[in-house]
């Protein structure tokens, strides 16, 4: 039989090095807990990145999968399926969106989203060819693929992956001046997440949003807002667009739309940019097909109609309340919205990494980002008495009574 270490060995020797995970190998989920191979229980504060909001293997999400796959799950977009007009229908209406194009992946939905909008630039706001120009933040993360990579400022992400495509311009997160004086008659987007997550869960300043988006308005800029980790109930709000009182042009939403189930995604738009868009200039094979929109309606309705968005909201406050009265030295800084949270540690604690492996044995699972900022997202249907328990386990770890 396999055990977790020869599971672990099997991995190292065949699989590619691109990930550090800690050395812990599940095999079972079921709401915020999961298990590994040997049976030991853990509490997920990861939710794989914000993708299991609803929590793992939710039973409503897993009978609408398993009753949709019995009927089809795959027609390609060369037919119509039942479940695309249904779920473009609800998705519409739950975000206020006029148009939406379903992808797989958060990165696709992210390179969907800057081709259209170079198309737009060039047919609708008059950019001259090859002219278009984005402006991005530094320290984004917008996912792996080699567009996305090249407009990255974090040197893993794009060391010797090079050329990259130009047309893109970074500039500092959360600074509006900064923003500003970057655009030029050529800028057709400003693309940028409402919180930062993998740069560690920055939040920009107050009012930086309704700013930006005033901006946009007036130099006819497209903001594009990825809520492919900050969207669908992460910071307590639908849309963490909510918290600015802001509406973005599109929307890239991914990740928990999937419920953990089946990877769909969407750039979600109201304003004319999708509309470029023509039969042969884009498209996946497996995009807006019926298992997957099937997954996703019934993701997005467990979200709301369980209460979900709201209990983050008010499990975040209080975890975050709770992690920001731990009396220990080792923590600089408590942030977040929802329960998308952050604890950073000072420099001297000696990296997150070994505190995430403390917690482990302790039943957490946690992630060390950027070295000294431990990351905490747990899935929303987290309750109070978990978010205690979870708390003791951090008090015993930062302060060192572990
Ligand atoms: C903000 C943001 N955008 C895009 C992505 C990429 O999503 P995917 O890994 O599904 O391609 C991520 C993934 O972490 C993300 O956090």
Request: glycine residues 10%; proline residues 4%.
């Amino acid at each position: 039989m396999a055990t977790a270490t020869s599971l672990i060995e099997t991995e190292a020797r065949l699989g590619a090095h691109n990930y550090k995970p800690l050395d812990v190998v599940l095999s079972k989920g079921e709401g915020v807990w999961v298990w590994d191979v040997d049976g030991n229980r853990y509490l997920d504060c990861l939710s794989a990145y914000s993708a299991v909001n609803q929590g793992h293997c939710h039973p409503r999400i897993l009978a609408a999968m398993v009753e949709q796959a019995q009927k089809l799950t795959l027609t390609s977009r060369a037919f119509r399926n039942d479940q695309l007009a249904l779920f473009y229908d609800e998705i519409a209406a739950l975000t206020g969106s006029h148009k939406v194009l379903p992808m797989n992946s958060g990165a696709e939905a992210v390179e969907s989203a800057v081709k259209a909008v170079r198309k737009w630039g060039y047919e609708v706001k008059g950019v001259p060819q090859g002219q278009a120009e984005i402006i991005v933040c530094a320290d984004n993360f917008h996912g792996r693929t080699l567009g996305i990579v090249g407009f990255s400022t974090d040197p893993d992400a794009r060391g010797n992956f090079g050329p990259f495509a130009p047309g893109f311009k970074v500039v500092p997160f959360g600074d509006a001046a900064a923003f500003e004086a970057a655009i030029t008659p050529n800028t057709v987007a400003f693309l940028v997440e409402p919180i930062q997550g993998e740069a560690g869960v920055i939040i920009p300043p107050d009012g930086y949003f309704k700013t930006v988006r005033a901006l946009c308005t007036r130099h006819n800029v497209t903001l594009i807002l990825d809520e492919i980790q900050t969207g669908l109930g992460r910071t307590g709000k639908l849309l963490a667009e909510a918290h600015e009182g802001i509406e973005a042009d599109v929307t890239l939403v991914g990740k928990a739309l999937s419920g953990g189930f089946y990877p769909v995604s969407a750039v979600l738009s109201n304003s004319e940019v999708l509309g470029v868009l023509k039969p042969g200039q884009h498209g996946s094979t497996f995009g807006g097909n019926p298992l997957a929109c099937a997954v996703a309606r019934m993701a997005l309705k467990v979200l709301v109609d369980e209460g979900m968005i709201e209990n983050a909201q008010a499990q975040g406050d209080y975890f975050q309340a709770g992690l920001a009265g731990l009396r220990s030295n080792l923590i600089r800084e408590v942030r977040g919205r929802g329960l998308m949270l952050a604890v950073e540690l000072h420099p001297e604690a000696g990296g997150a990494r070994r505190y995430c492996e403390a917690l482990q044995k302790r039943g957490v699972l946690a992630k060390d980002t950027h070295g000294d900022t431990i990351r905490i997202a747990p899935p929303l249907v987290i309750t109070r008495d978990q978010v205690d328990w979870a708390l003791e386990q951090f008090a015993a770890v930062m302060t060192g009574t572990a």
